[in-house]
């Protein structure tokens, strides 16, 4: 159910949980001043417990004193892209946060999100922890009504209209004197590397190595739908595409659009969206094209379909 920000900001105060817009996706939100909503988003997400969570506020000045240290690069990365979808992973100062935020780890993941409405409840309400606002392995929600499927129609959203990026904050945490990137995101590594001078590298899990992100060893982004990116596969044997609007398919196929091959901002922000319309029209199996470049946002595109394809 959707809430004016006044009263979204009375029920986080309460200790209640509500979903709000990013210009990402939308999260689901509890104030750090309430443990038990903490505990609850990870019941009603149905969210491992060791699955950490992301620390929102208004501005760097406002969740500074969760770092224990300030690593080389942090701000000029929060100069050039905060507000915005950057998360940064730094060491937290110990015993400042409810334990369950960062799920045991010695750190902590702080983001400044870029929506005029969120912004205003952060100020408002100090920061909050903003896992994205949909059941765990499905596809993110990118709309209010997102949120209203898969939390049912009392829940209290505030309506931000569509999420402008329609992906997640690229997660870099900080690990042996440099940035690397543990969660592909809206933002690439070419444009980081612009500021940082060097590109960070994705973190690769080697034998015996442990996760750096708990969320990645986590089934994601799933609609119920199989995905088929296999190239060789001919879409007529699948019956439905997902593809590009300026590409021509077999005729005979069903066809599912996310949006033109040229433009990866406008196919980011269609993804979930598309994705989760295949649950309502009860698709079964979809032929994807994975004709796109394998670098910038299109490298977090094809992860996302990878993911969503397992
Ligand atoms: O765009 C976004 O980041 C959205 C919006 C709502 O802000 N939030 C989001 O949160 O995607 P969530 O919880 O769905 O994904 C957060 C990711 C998970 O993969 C989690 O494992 C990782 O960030 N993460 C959180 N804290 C971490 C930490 N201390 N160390 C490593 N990874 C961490
Ligand atoms: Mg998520």
């Known amino acids: 159910m959707k809430y004016h920000l006044e009263t979204i900001c009375t029920k986080l105060k309460r200790g209640e949980v509500v979903a709000l817009p990013t210009e990402t996706v939308y999260g689901l939100a509890a ?12 019941s009603l997400k149905g969210r491992p417990k060791d699955n950490p969570l992301i620390v929102h506020g208004a501005s ?43 799920a045991g780890l010695e750190t902590i993941a702080l983001r400044v999100p870029k929506h005029s409405l969120t912004l205003k ?21 990118t709309r209010a009504e997102h949120v209203e499927i898969d939390f049912g129609k009392n829940f209290p959203v505030l309506d931000g209209g569509a999420c ?16 690397e990137i543990a969660r592909l995101g809206a933002i690439s590594s070419e444009e980081l590397g612009q500021i940082l001078g060097y590109e960070p590298s994705l973190f ?6 442990p996760l750096i992100s708990p ?25 439905v595409v997902l593809g590009f609007s300026d590409r021509e398919y077999p005729k005979n196929c069903r066809f599912f659009e996310l949006g033109t091959s040229f433009d990866a901002g406008e196919v980011s922000k269609n ?9 309502q029209e009860l698709v079964d199996k979809i032929w994807v094209d994975m004709d796109f470049p394998q670098a910038g946002l299109w490298l977090t595109i094809a992860e996302r379909l990878f993911k969503a394809s397992c």
Not at 204 to 209: A, F, I
Not at 221 to 239: C, K, M, R
Not at 271 to 279: E, M, N, S, W
């Open 121 to 141: 409840v952060l100020e408002e309400v100090g920061p909050l922890v903003m896992p994205s606002a949909n059941l765990s392995g499905k596809p993110s929600a």
């Open 204 to 209: 690769s899990r080697k034998n015996g190595q």
């Open 271 to 279: 993804l979930y969206h598309v994705l989760r319309r295949l649950d």
């Open 31 to 42: 104030s750090l001043k309430h443990p038990e909503a903490i505990n609850e988003i990870f």
């Open 60 to 102: 760097f000045l406002q969740v500074e004193h969760y770092c224990e240290e300030i690593p080389l690069g942090l701000h000029i990365l929060t100069e050039t892209f905060w507000p915005g979808p950057l998360t940064l992973v730094v060491k937290a100062k110990p015993k400042l946060l409810p334990t369950q935020v960062s």
């Open 164 to 179: 402008c990026l329609g992906m997640e904050s690229t997660v870099l945490i900080y690990r042996n004197g440099r940035w």
């Open 215 to 239: 969320g990645q060893k986590y089934r994601h982004y799933a609609p119920l739908a199989n995905l088929i990116l296999d190239q060789t596969v001919s879409p007529e044997s699948v019956g």
